[in-house]
């Protein structure tokens, strides 16, 4: 496997040359007739590109038509290069977000929940490092609570333990159609599905990654998608308190997400699940207002309950104990349970015990 499938996870090919390939737009996706003719960027760079000082944002229909041309398939290689190390260097801008957004939206493969459940998203694309990655075990706790859970991601990350391999060393199907997550959720409670199910085209970028050497917009994106039908909760994680406030502006000011809102958190080395060592802060947002339903711990930090192992069959040994009963739910994971559960049910800042 090359590094571009590694890293996306489903296999389709990345155009090396002549412009980026034309995207599919799957049956079903919430799209207009797609135009497939080039798309010039110099315009878009030369806003976004003259460094700290010089740059500015796009509007958010000046964004929404760039990304839109992106996932299109509609920009150059070269152009699309510039583009996303444009926003490597600059960031995006709540306005941005919202545009970016709405051209991701429109073109994502849409799940139904079971019906009368309201499910949550989380997203995984981090991997564990130097904690065990217990974002599969939040899953399936959260399943036992009547919660349904999509979990998707990335496959595979080379060094790094991603969900997929502790899903995977579960005994946990790899979901890779619709049909397949609703199955899934229907029947377990627990879908993981590569990005590429939901979204091809950012897929595609995600696995620009590894050949630019740094991330790019869809990185942040992806983590954003609400891909459900009907509302669901979303977790987002962030490792950098400058991307805390970027969140907490785009949702409670541009894009003001309906019930059950957004939660959003320090993620445990990037990904949605509690620290187990050092309570992280936990905010709520929804009605455009932020509110902190869990406060920052104070330390010192605890021990991790797995200690210095972060491969998917230890990890999923640890698993299988918690959930069998033989090992404690740790409680950082708990509390994040019972605040999942209160949130889905409407009493967000009332969280239930356990």
């Known amino acids: 496997m090359n590094t571009s499938d590694r890293m996306r996870g489903s296999g389709t090919p990345v155009n090396t040359g002549g412009g980026v390939a034309s995207v599919a737009i799957p049956a079903g996706t919430m799209t207009a007739t797609a135009d497939t003719s080039p798309f010039p960027c110099a315009s878009y760079i030369k806003t976004i590109g003259r460094g700290a000082r010089g740059s500015r944002g796009l509007s958010t229909d000046e964004a929404h038509t760039l990304y839109a041309a992106i996932l299109d398939g509609r920009v150059s290689d070269l152009e699309l290069g510039a583009v996303l190390l444009c926003y490597r260097i600059k960031s995006e801008e709540p306005a941005e977000l919202s545009g970016m957004m709405a051209a991701v939206q429109a073109r994502l493969q849409r799940v139904r929940a079971p019906e009368g459940k309201t499910p949550i998203v989380l997203a995984s694309y981090n991997g564990a490092r130097k904690q065990a990655n217990l974002l599969p075990l939040l899953a399936h706790l959260l399943a036992r609570k009547g919660v349904p859970v999509l979990v998707h991601g990335y496959l595979d990350m080379g060094t790094r333990v991603t969900s997929a391999h502790v899903f995977a060393a579960l005994g946990q199907a790899l979901c890779n159609d619709v049909p397949a997550i609703e199955a899934a959720l229907r029947d377990t409670g627990v879908a993981f599905t590569p990005i590429d199910t939901l979204s091809p085209a950012l897929g595609r970028q995600l696995a620009l990654n590894e050949p630019l050497g740094v991330r790019n917009s869809a990185h942040t994106l992806a983590k954003l998608i609400q891909p459900f039908t009907t509302p669901a909760l979303r977790w987002v994680n962030y490792t950098h308190q400058a991307y ?111």
């Not at 894009?255 to 620290?275: F, K, N, Q, Y």
């Open 244 to 354: 805390r406030d970027v969140l907490v502006d785009y949702f409670n000011n541009v894009d003001v997400p309906e019930a059950p809102g957004v939660v959003i958190s320090r993620g445990t080395e990037g990904e949605a699940v509690a620290d187990t060592t050092l309570p992280r802060q936990v905010e709520h947002l929804a009605a455009g207002q932020s509110h902190v339903v869990m406060p920052e711990g104070e330390g010192p930090k605890a021990a991790a309950p797995l200690g210095e192992a972060v491969d998917a069959a230890a990890t999923a040994a640890f698993i299988r104990a918690v959930l069998d009963g033989e090992q404690p739910v740790p409680p950082a994971i708990a509390a994040q349970v019972a605040l999942i559960v209160a949130t889905v049910s409407g009493n967000a800042n009332t969280p239930s015990a356990g």
